[in-house]
């Protein structure tokens, strides 16, 4: 946080995406700062975060939003990807119970990471493809609720949620500090 030219105040919060591979995270991610979807993801490369302006109640927040470079499918995402962070959404995949079950995984890495209160987004992505749901909203809803999280369908393919999603968490985070 620092003083901006008018006198105001700027806002900067560190927000990771965390959550099995191929999941959606880095579509997530260019959704919601670039309005892209890409098709054939590779893996990421170079960039680590990308930083995104919001307005809440008239202020311009930014968020600086962290993707993990493929790192998870080694299980090696390290401590300097969390340090810092006041903000995560753990996205797993609608399509693919797998990726449900690890969010435990993923929550206790966080909680083991960051020792300040972090606002948390439980995402279930990919909610375009229903025909070949494997979870079901309430099974999200009751681990989300379980676990003390916001929880939100998305989906990156066709952009439903994903603003809400991102903007939730950073209002959390905002009213946290503010
Ligand atoms: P990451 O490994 O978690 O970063 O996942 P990616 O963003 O690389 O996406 C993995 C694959 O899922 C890619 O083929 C994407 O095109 C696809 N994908 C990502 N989000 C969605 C979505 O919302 N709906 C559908 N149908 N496919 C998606
Ligand atoms: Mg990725």
Avoid at 30 to 54: L, M, P, W, Y
């Amino acid at each position: 946080m620092a003083d901006d030219e008018a006198g105001g105040e700027e806002y900067l919060f560190k927000v990771v995406l965390i959550g099995d591979s191929a999941v959606g995270k880095s579509n997530l991610l260019s959704r919601f700062a670039r309005n892209e979807f890409d098709q054939n993801s590779k893996a990421t490369i170079g960039v680590e975060f990308q930083t995104q302006a919001v307005e809440i109640d008239g202020k311009e927040v930014k968020a600086q939003i962290w993707d993990t470079a493929g790192q998870e499918r080694f299980r090696a995402v390290t401590s300097a990807y969390y340090r810092g962070a006041v903000g995560a959404l753990v996205v797993y995949d609608i399509s693919r119970k797998t990726t449900f079950e690890s969010v435990e995984r993923w929550l206790n890495e966080l909680t083991m990471h960051c020792d300040t209160a972090v606002a948390k987004m439980l995402v279930g992505n990919k909610c375009d493809l229903e025909d070949i749901r494997d979870v079901s909203i309430e099974d999200g809803k009751s681990l989300a609720e379980e676990k003390g999280l916001f929880f939100m369908e998305t989906s990156a393919l066709d952009a439903t949620n994903v603003q809400e999603a991102f903007e939730v968490v950073i209002r959390e985070i905002y009213n946290n500090v503010s």
